[in-house]
């Protein structure tokens, strides 16, 4: 039986890009750090987003059909931090970053290097988490100069087994 230490020390050595995702239904607005994030398919474009079925945006995603991928600068990973608890909406802000109503009603982020802009098409149930699949309706490069930040860049972790276990 493995045992939670290695599980958390592998799985956190999975190279995992970083960005917010932005969730919508109706009024309640919401951006969320997330690292688990990949392109799925090609034909048609696919991105796929493990949320955690406790989130804010687990429910937002499940209720509004649709979310963002925004990626951010390598050199400017303090949104993350800001963003991994429910985010306050302050007309078109998001704490404190400027926000766009996207073409699928989602949140795109101005100061975002990259975004993409997704409607769900399958939502996989993973266990703790449920792994969004959307098809690409908007994208956008903002920097293209500009890594896209990962989890290497900070001291975040996220992955392996729950804390507790």
């Known amino acids: ?39 799925v398919a090609q034909e048609p474009v696919l991105i796929g987003v493990g949320i955690d079925k406790v989130a ?3 429910r937002l995603i499940a209720e509004g059909g649709a979310f963002s991928v925004n990626l951010w600068d390598a050199e400017n990973t303090r949104p993350f931090v800001k963003f991994s608890k429910p985010a306050a909406k302050d007309g078109m802000t998001l704490n404190g970053y400027d926000i766009e109503e996207g073409s699928t009603g989602v949140p795109v982020f101005a100061d975002a290097i990259a975004w993409m802009e997704c409607e769900v098409t399958q939502a996989v149930d993973c266990g703790s988490h449920t792994f969004f699949i959307g098809e690409l309706k908007g994208a956008g490069v903002n920097d293209d100069e500009a890594r896209a930040a990962s989890m290497s860049d900070t001291r975040m972790k996220y992955g392996g087994t729950r804390r507790g276990h």
């Open 1 to 39: 039986m493995l045992d939670a230490e290695i599980i958390n020390k592998v799985t956190w050595k999975i190279p995992n890009a970083l960005a917010l995702v932005g969730s919508r239904h109706g009024d309640e607005w919401n951006g969320m750090t997330t690292s688990w994030i990949t392109q």
């Open 56 to 58: 804010v945006t687990h």
